[in-house]
């Protein structure tokens, strides 16, 4: 729908840096189509000093002045011709995107228990007897039950924890749910269960 006199964002142009706002790049392109260099240095000075009000947060910072003038030279796409203060080449730098990190997909197969918990069921398959495996086995056993805690499986199902590890550990861990003394559940994990049901 075009009605005259109303002009809406979306039928614009796109703003370059929106942090600034559509005046600042009016304020840019009446600054381009200055004919005399002096003035247009003059306006583009003006621009900035405008652009660094609006950044009060900013202020103190010791690179502000650059920064201005890269931005300035962004918002007029680098065809403001003028002498900056700056060496502004560094700007097109700022609207290159970085490469895109690959996500490690690895297959789990309990996803509550995480990608860690089963990186330490393959620690401990390779384990020798010892001190040193009990105290692994133990914090293993103890993450187990907080992250069923935290998934809504029942944080007092000890069975199902030494089922689990002497499955993931190929039989190497047994469990004896009898003897073995599990940490207590912090109250605000069970609580944070209790609404996710609901």
């Given amino acids: ?30 600054c381009m189509t200055l004919t005399d260099r002096s003035e247009r240095r003059a306006c583009a000075e003006r621009i900035v000093q405008t652009m660094a009000a609006m950044s009060r947060q900013k202020r103190n910072s010791p690179d502000l002045k650059r920064k201005l003038w890269n931005h300035l030279a962004l918002i007029s796409n680098f065809e403001l011709d003028i002498d900056y203060p700056f060496d502004i080449q560094e700007a097109k730098q700022i609207l290159d995107r970085p ?5 490690p ?5 309990v996803r509550h228990y995480g990608k860690l918990i089963f990186e330490s069921f393959e620690r401990l398959k390779e384990m020798p007897a010892g001190p040193d495996r009990d105290e692994l086995v133990k914090s293993v ?5 907080r992250n069923l805690a935290a998934y809504g499986h029942g944080s007092d199902n000890a069975e199902r924890i030494a089922s689990d590890l002497a499955m993931f550990t190929d039989g190497k861990i047994q469990l004896d749910v009898n003897e073995f003394k599990f940490e207590k559940v912090a109250n605000n994990v069970q609580a944070k269960t209790k609404k996710r049901k609901r």
């Fill in 1 to 30: 729908m075009k009605i005259d006199g109303l002009d809406y964002n979306t039928q614009r142009e796109r703003l370059v840096l929106p942090e600034y706002g559509r005046e600042v790049q009016e304020m840019v392109k009446h």
């Fill in 99 to 103: 490469e895109r990190i690959k996500y």
């Fill in 105 to 109: 997909m690895t297959a789990i197969p």
């Fill in 141 to 145: 056993a103890n993450q187990m039950k």
